[in-house]
């Protein structure tokens, strides 16, 4: 007895012997050769394709958002410093935390970076 295909796969089947259609290109933004839409990096220039902030972008911004806090409270409240208080740390922490948040929401989308050639 000849097995039988459920109606999806035969479908799947079916659809499967028309061409398929051509990979979509898109030029590389780095060197402007073609690329697969779905390539995560160029082989012609070694560009790759970025998600979300780098580590140090992350880190760069994390202590600005440090330095911009401890600034504010040195113009604020001069005399925190010398007290030590200890809400110092909690709003120094906030400050580190706004950096990060602000990082992520900054490098949200897509990006390519070139890695430079040495
Ligand atoms: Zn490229």
């Not at 000849?2 to 780095?30: G, Y």
């Not at 560009?47 to 806090?69: D, Q, T």
């Not at 007290?83 to 990082?103: C, D, E, I, K, M």
């Amino acid at each position: 007895m000849k097995p039988t295909l459920p109606r999806t796969a035969a479908t799947r089947l079916h659809d499967s012997t028309q061409p398929l259609p051509p990979h979509k290109l898109i030029p590389c933004p780095c060197c402007h050769e073609p690329l697969q839409h779905t390539a995560l990096h160029c082989a012609h220039c070694g560009a790759e394709k970025h998600y979300g902030p780098r580590l140090h972008e992350l880190l760069l911004y994390a202590l600005s958002g440090l330095a911009l806090c401890l600034a504010l409270i040195f113009i604020l409240t001069p005399h925190a410093f010398s007290t030590a208080s200890f809400w110092l740390y909690p709003l120094l922490g906030s400050g580190l935390t706004a950096g990060f948040l602000l990082a992520q929401f900054r490098f949200s989308g897509e990006r390519w970076i070139q890695h430079r050639k040495k």
